[in-house]
Structure formats: C-alpha cells, structure tokens
C-alpha cells in the first residue's frame, strides 16, 4: 500500500506544478485518510491494500452522496466540483467489474455456498463482499445476488 501512498504523494506535486485545483484537493484528501489509518490507535503504522481500497470506495460515496444532494438544493457547481473529485479518486481503484463480470462472479459464489433462494442472502453476501472487495460497489454486489436468488 506504501507504494499507492508514494504515487498519491507525486501526484500532489504533480497537481501543484499544473495548479489543478480539483485534483489537488482530492489527492490531499486520501492522503489525509491513509495518514489516519496508518496512525490510527492500535495499528502498527502501516496499511493494508484492502483498507486503502475501503477508504477510497467511502471518500467517492460520499462526494457522490454530496453531489446528489447538492443537485437537489439546486447548486449544480458544487455538485459539479464533487463529482470532479469522485472522478480523481476513482483513478487510484483497481479496474471496476463490468456488470457481466459482476453477474458471472456471484453466480460462482451462490453454486460455492449452496444457496437456494432469498433466505440465503446473508451467506451468499458474506462470501460475495469478501471476494469482490474493491472490484466493485457494495450495493451492487447486493442487487446482483438479490436479483439472483429470487429467480
């Protein structure tokens, strides 16, 4: 994960000598979040790929969750701004699963697991969550395994 903070750290540089400000207040955020969760009390002063992965998927949910509801209050340039920042974080995720790959994995996991239909949820989730961490949002895992089990 050293190796994400190093390049999140040159891009910062990069971003001043540009002056793109978008880019620069979004790169400074995750290195605000990585700071703090390798400083975080009981830890041992480093980072887990997954943990990096989990701040960077909730730093862009919650600059979309902003810019939805910036949209709502009729203020489209913040909105805008948001969804810039969501867009310079995205770039740090691992490649996202196309909405096939996504289908194909959790049909893996529901024939693993054994499950039959709607009361298995929880189990199939379990596994799913796990196995596609970072690959893909949560919710969507969610969606895909409840369309899945209910047919």
């Given amino acids: 994960m050293d190796e994400?903070?190093?390049?999140?750290?040159?891009?910062?540089?990069?971003?001043?000598?540009?002056?793109d400000k978008v880019a620069l207040e979004a790169l400074r955020g995750i290195k605000k979040e990585f700071i703090e969760a390798k400083t975080a009390k009981g830890g041992d002063g480093t980072m887990s790929d997954e943990v990096g992965?989990?701040?960077?998927?909730?730093?862009?949910?919650?600059?979309?969750?902003?810019?939805q509801i910036y949209t709502e209050q009729n203020r489209p340039e913040l909105a805008e701004n948001e969804l810039a920042e969501a867009a310079v974080i995205?770039?740090?995720?691992?490649?996202?699963?196309?909405?096939?790959?996504?289908e194909t994995a959790v049909?893996?996991?529901?024939?693993?697991?054994?499950?039959?239909?709607?009361?298995?949820?929880?189990k199939v989730m379990g596994v799913a969550s796990k196995?596609?961490?970072?690959?893909?949002?949560?919710?969507?895992?969610?969606?895909?395994?409840?369309?899945?089990?209910?047919?």
Avoid: C
């Fill in 53 to 67: 992965v989990k701040i960077l998927q909730k730093m862009i949910k919650q600059r979309k969750e902003s810019a």
């Fill in 4 to 19: 994400l903070f190093d390049k999140v750290s040159g891009d910062i540089k990069a971003a001043m000598i540009a002056r």
């Fill in 107 to 122: 049909a893996a996991v529901i024939a693993q697991v054994g499950a039959t239909g709607p009361q298995d949820m929880g």
């Fill in 90 to 102: 995205e770039k740090y995720l691992p490649t996202q699963m196309t909405d096939g790959e996504l």
């Fill in 131 to 151: 196995q596609l961490a970072g690959k893909t949002e949560g919710r969507l895992i969610s969606e895909k395994v409840k369309a899945l089990l209910s047919r």
